[in-house]
């Protein structure tokens, strides 16, 4: 097991720059204490229980400064959530090397994904079946539920089962599906990555694998570091913040496959 101060050193740093930009930061969570030396059935369990403190500090900050729908929220958060229970419940029936490989796959794409440029979506509304038409304020979104509600059950399940956030994969969706403003989608996901941190958390708590003495003091470190970066992200723009994180990502990925190949964990 790798020591506590260098964990909260290392998540502190993670949740400012992943909150920055709507990312829960589970992949870099699992990432970083598999790599330190801890089980990857612990990490994925120690990774929720982060993604939660610092997710919900965000959270509080962006709701403050009205950067978040809640409608969004709440029906992509549900969709999210019912699945990430599903995926951590299910996650012991996999081995940690197996769980390491499918986690690398998807590091990969998301890192991929937050290489691309981005694309606003429909702003007038839809009055086909399968189109979700919201207008706040004086935004428009339109989600394309055909497509949205697939990907965001898919995006749960698979996050709930390797300890991840899925925010690499809601905020493109939410900017290039519905239409909706970076700094907006980057709030909401926020708020969203709690609700399926909690049910990701609990399934996997439930076949044990918690380990309080390491994620207690890292979550506090999550907590501050929320906070932060949550309140750097309303005065800065995102996007070469993306690019970073996506290459950070794609790196991550690669010393996760390796890892994972090599047998350690």
């Not at 189109?131 to 706040?136: A, G, R, S, Y």
């Not at 428009?140 to 899925?166: E, K």
């Amino acid at each position: 097991m790798p020591t506590t101060a260098l964990v909260v050193f290392v998540i502190f740093a993670l949740s400012v720059v992943m909150i920055m930009s709507g990312r829960g930061g589970g992949n870099f969570y699992v990432a970083a204490l598999v790599l330190l030396g801890t089980p990857m059935h612990t990490a994925s369990t120690t990774s929720q229980f982060i993604l939660l403190a610092s997710a919900l500090s965000g959270a509080l900050i962006f709701g403050k400064a009205k950067t978040l729908s809640w409608r969004l929220a709440l029906f992509f958060g549900g969709l999210n959530a019912s699945m990430a229970f599903i995926g951590g419940f299910t996650a012991h029936l996999f081995t940690g090397v197996t769980l390491k490989v499918a986690l690398s796959i998807l590091l990969f794409i998301a890192g991929v994904a937050m290489l691309l440029p981005e694309r606003g979506g429909r702003k007038t509304a839809n009055p086909h079946p399968g189109f979700w038409n919201l207008t706040e304020g004086e935004d428009t979104y339109v989600v394309d539920l055909r497509v949205a509600v697939p990907l965001t059950l898919a995006t749960g399940f698979f996050s709930g089962m390797v300890g991840i956030s899925g925010g690499s994969f809601l905020v493109p969706l939410m900017v290039v599906g519905c239409g909706v403003p970076v700094r907006v989608a980057v709030g909401t996901a926020t708020a969203m990555l709690a609700a399926t941190a909690l049910a990701g958390f609990s399934g996997n708590a439930l076949h044990g694998g918690f380990s309080p003495a390491l994620a207690i003091p890292a979550a506090v470190a999550a907590v501050v570091g929320g906070i932060l970066g949550s309140k750097v992200a309303l005065k800065t723009k995102p996007q070469s913040l993306k690019t970073i994180s996506g290459m950070l990502t794609i790196i991550a990925a690669i010393l996760m496959l390796v890892n994972a190949l090599s047998g350690q964990g």
